[in-house]
């Protein structure tokens, strides 16, 4: 029996509330948008037909509530529920608490989620399904010999993935035994640890990320709207997505769409969902997972098809029947603006957007939810909004691109802007003047950044941004030497810009602004949830005072030592996650862990204290060490 979506409930906010809303709008759809004290004024709510408050101050009491939005679903008479993406998207309570209430999940059954949604129950669907994974055991692993006895199999490096993890969360590459036996002791369950919330798989270096954009409904349709590359990524996040997928064999193509056909077909999956795939340079192709829900670069799939792929979830989840994707017309890039600051390995950041300006013109296209006033909290996601870049040919995109980045100007927090500059002018990305196109999975970190915090060895700090992690004095000095003050002069009648650095512009003229005077902005609106404090001070260098100190706002997600315990130089101490990110916090010295001032899942704020270490007994330790 089926069910038209007359009244929809979005439990989301921000940008993808904000897409459902129009799309909803065109369908003649009425909308209810849910929204915390601190998006009370953003534009998701002032254009849906009816908006009801989130009591709380954290996510967990607002767009998290389960119970609360059931509540909701019934105070409006809503008859369907979008989760949009993040959230409660793919979580199978939530869908079953709709489906219970006798309302519309646009998405797929809460049964498929949980077939899914775990990335071990998952390798066993893709393994009923014919579709091979990743090399690895499909269950976790609680004994170092069969960790010993895969890697000696298989060859380093592996990886030891949470079972839960998403996003990048929850990955480990390990390089050799003595890592692999440091990373069992660190997480071994019979002490307390997560252990048995990980398993293994092999290290699939120099391969792409490809997916493939896919629904299927009710009455067992099934297309691929477009495949995608999301091979540009930072700590296992993607950063750049393209779609068609481009330079791959028709073969291979003809493999993702089976591949993604029978995963579909064996959960009897009804919706959109993403297909994700590891493709090597001889075309072998591996299954990663299955996304659940739409996600974030969905756009590039409706700029090459010309479809709206929330019409066709909606369309599904009413029981209709889905459009078959035409064959791709054109190019699309996806570039995400995020907070993150290039000059310091891509660390988040944060501040008042004091000046936004974005770029327009043909084949642009921006999905956003901020404004110019906004603050961006290193609490939550860095991502301020995407902007999505269309042309006739993949060479003509990537032109139209270097147009766009030129034009966009975002002040006030770091973004990756510069770094894109320099991405779309690299032959090994662009592959233009008979260059071949080069870019796996690693690419970016190796060619732009430093080596992976989690990659690292013992004693050597996996990158600026690790290294920043020891020692946060650093973190600003180094943010201090970046920031500068560009003015617009005229040299013999000609404009021209110059760009002087801060510190050189206050000993010349000693102004207001020159000592940091705040810009004018508009009055912020990101109190609550979005609270920034940026009135953190400086501590000592670590080395020095054995004092480790959280570098950001954050939440403790694991301590990887105990009191009493000698580390080395480079040994992992926390992990940290700020703006959906892992944050690695390691060493800056021998010594010995003297006090843990923190447990796993506490908030902590810039410059607050994690561990402390009495380095001088490190430093006798090392001076004893035969390196």
Not at 473 to 497: H, L, P, Q, W, Y
Request: aromatic residues 6%.
């Amino acid at each position: 029996m089926t069910q038209s979506v007359k009244k929809l409930l979005i439990a989301n906010r921000g940008e993808i509330a904000l897409r459902v809303v129009r799309t909803a709008k065109e369908m003649g759809i009425s909308t209810v948008a849910v929204y915390a004290e601190q998006d009370r004024n953003s534009r998701y709510v002032d254009m849906a037909d009816e908006a009801y408050l989130l009591s709380g101050d954290t996510y967990k009491d607002t767009y998290l509530n389960e119970d609360l939005l059931i509540d909701i679903l019934h105070r409006s008479g809503a008859n369907a529920v979008h989760p949009g993406y993040g959230f409660l998207s793919e979580v199978p309570s939530f869908a079953q608490k709709v489906e219970d209430a006798g309302a519309i999940w646009v998405g797929p059954h809460h049964t498929a989620l949980v077939d899914l949604g775990d990335k071990i129950t998952a390798r066993r669907v893709a393994l009923r399904a014919k579709v091979p994974p990743v090399p690895g055991i499909s269950e976790p692993v609680t004994d170092v010999r069969t960790l010993l006895d895969f890697a000696h199999t298989h060859g380093y490096p592996i990886m030891m993935k949470r079972t839960d993890g998403g996003g990048g969360h929850g990955i480990t590459v390990v390089h050799d035994d003595e890592e692999l036996r440091r990373f069992y002791t660190n997480h071994d369950a019979l002490q307390g640890g997560d252990l048995d919330e990980y398993f293994i798989e092999k290290f699939v270096d120099k391969a792409r990320h490809v997916e493939t954009q896919s629904g299927r409904d009710s009455h067992g349709n099934f297309t691929v709207y477009s495949t995608r590359d999301c091979s540009l990524q930072r700590r296992n996040q993607k950063l750049v997505e393209e779609a068609p997928a481009p330079f791959l064999t028709e073969e291979v193509v003809s493999t993702l769409e089976e591949y993604s056909r029978r995963l579909f077909t064996t959960v009897d999956y009804v919706g959109l969902g993403t297909c994700e795939f590891m493709v090597t340079p001889n075309g072998k192709v591996y299954f990663l997972e299955v996304n659940p829900r739409l996600q974030v670069e969905h756009t590039v799939s409706e700029e090459v098809s010309g479809l709206d792929l929330v019409r066709e979830q909606l369309v599904i989840a009413s029981g209709g029947e889905l459009t078959h994707a035409p064959e791709p017309r054109g190019h699309s890039f996806e570039l995400r603006i995020t907070s993150e600051d290039p000059a310091t390995n891509l660390t988040p950041g944060s501040g008042t957007l004091e000046k936004i300006q974005w770029p327009a013109g043909p084949g642009v296209r921006i999905d956003t939810g901020v404004e110019q006033g906004d603050t961006i909290s290193p609490k939550f996601d860095s991502m301020m909004g995407k902007v999505i870049i269309t042309a006739q040919n993949r060479l003509d995109a990537v032109a139209r691109v270097r147009r766009v980045l030129d034009e966009l100007v975002i002040e006030g927090v770091p973004t990756p802007i510069s770094l894109y500059k320099e991405i779309f002018r690299n032959d090994d990305f662009t592959a233009e003047h008979g260059h071949p196109f080069s870019v796996t999975t690693k690419w970016l970190e190796r060619t732009y950044l430093n080596r992976e915090p989690n990659s690292a060895r013992a004693g050597q700090p996996a990158s600026l941004g690790a290294a920043i992690a020891g020692a946060p004095g650093a973190a600003a000095d180094a943010a201090d030497k970046t920031k500068s003050e560009t003015f617009v002069i005229e040299m013999n009648d000609r404009r021209v810009k110059l760009t002087v650095p801060l510190d050189i512009v206050e000993n010349l003229t000693g102004s207001a602004r020159a000592r940091n005077a705040k810009r004018p902005t508009q009055p912020l609106r990101g109190a609550g949830l979005h609270n920034v404090d940026s009135s953190a001070a400086k501590v000592n260098d670590g080395a020095k005072s054995g004092i480790i100190a959280s570098p950001m706002q954050a939440v403790v997600t694991r301590i990887n030592v105990s009191e009493g315990q000698q580390v080395a130089k480079g040994d992992l101490l926390v992990v940290l996650e700020s703006m959906k990110m892992e944050n690695y916090v390691y060493a800056p010295a021998a010594g010995e862990v003297k006090k843990i001032f923190v447990s796993p899942a506490d908030g902590v704020e810039a410059g607050d204290t994690l561990v402390t270490l009495d380095v001088t007994g490190g430093k006798q330790q090392e001076g004893g060490k035969n390196d």
